[in-house]
């Protein structure tokens, strides 16, 4: 195993669109990185919009070559322009890898394989799922220890999260005893309606401490920093969704000692 036991792996799951997934992915990746950890994010997406966000676009080297084509993922790896904070980044071209994936031989286990070569180099992998239940995300289950599930915490904040329970439960018992859920994320609470607030009570009282202490809320500024191609921690660092993700970084960072491999 060597370094690897070390790393912790993480996925950004919801099979809705809009939850918050790449938004977290991105953003708690670069307030990790920001404490000196050295993250690396796979962007596990066709939509690419972890890579669009934080690298240069790209053709080449990217988590396809490797899922597919044959090549190591260390050579996928690119620095961005936060210190600390690499990609493997995506492409449209990975769309169609959901099929191939779905029909090679061990196609669910492809990305755990590739994960467990990768160097001793980075304290946390952060992998950002697609909207969808495909090959793609089921190759992040079988990949990574620890899931954070971003909700929108708008109308029908709860619909479609048991669907997804029952999905981790599944990828557990088949192919990856070692998964767990690490927290549930409410994003894009706006304070200012009592609708917000009143939809992460209805969490709490549901899902009680795996929804995280940390309440991300509505905040333009998180909105607007992809394109300008700088995670919310470098646009502004002053701003609440800069705030927030800190202090979901923090919370993460909190859980570390679970993590340190037995001495
Ligand atoms: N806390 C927030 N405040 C404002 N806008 C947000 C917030 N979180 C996400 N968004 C925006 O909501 C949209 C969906 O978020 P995103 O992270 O892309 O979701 P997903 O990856 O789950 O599809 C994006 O346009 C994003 O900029
Ligand atoms: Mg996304």
């Not at 790449?22 to 000196?36: D, Q």
């Not at 029952?166 to 690490?182: K, T």
């Not at 859980?255 to 001495?263: L, N, S």
Request: hydrophobic share 45%; with cysteine; charged share 20%.
């Amino acid at each position: 195993m060597g370094g690897i036991a070390a790393m912790r792996t993480i996925a950004t799951v919801n099979h809705k669109g809009g939850s918050g997934k790449t938004t977290t992915a991105v953003s708690l990746s670069a307030a990790l990185a920001e404490t000196g950890r050295r993250v690396l994010l796979i962007d596990l997406d066709p939509q690419a919009s972890a890579s669009a966000w934080v690298a240069a676009p790209t053709e080449s080297r990217t988590l396809l070559d490797a899922l597919l084509g044959g090549a190591r993922l260390s050579d996928a790896v690119h620095h961005t322009g936060t210190l600390g904070l690499d990609i493997v980044p995506s492409s449209m071209w990975l769309l169609g890898a959901e099929r191939m994936l779905a029909e090679i031989h061990a196609g669910e286990g492809r990305l755990a394989q590739l994960i467990g070569d990768l160097p001793d180099r980075w304290d946390y992998l952060v992998v950002d799922c697609p909207p969808a239940l495909g090959a793609l995300t089921a190759n992040a289950l079988a990949s990574v220890e620890e899931l954070y599930i971003p909700v929108e915490a708008h109308v029908m904040a709860m619909a479609g999260l048991v669907q997804l329970l029952r999905g981790v439960e599944a990828a557990r018992e088949r192919v990856n005893p070692r998964l767990r859920i690490s927290g549930i994320v409410a994003c894009r609470v706006d304070a200012r309606t009592r609708h917000g607030p009143e939809v992460v009570e209805r969490l709490r009282g549901r899902f009680g401490d795996l929804v995280c202490s940390t309440v991300i809320r509505e905040n333009v500024r998180l909105a607007e920093c992809p394109s300008f191609g700088q995670p919310i921690t470098q646009y502004d660092a002053r701003c609440s969704g800069a705030a927030d993700y800190r202090s979901l970084a923090c919370e993460v960072i909190a859980q570390e000692v679970r993590h340190a491999p037995a001495a």
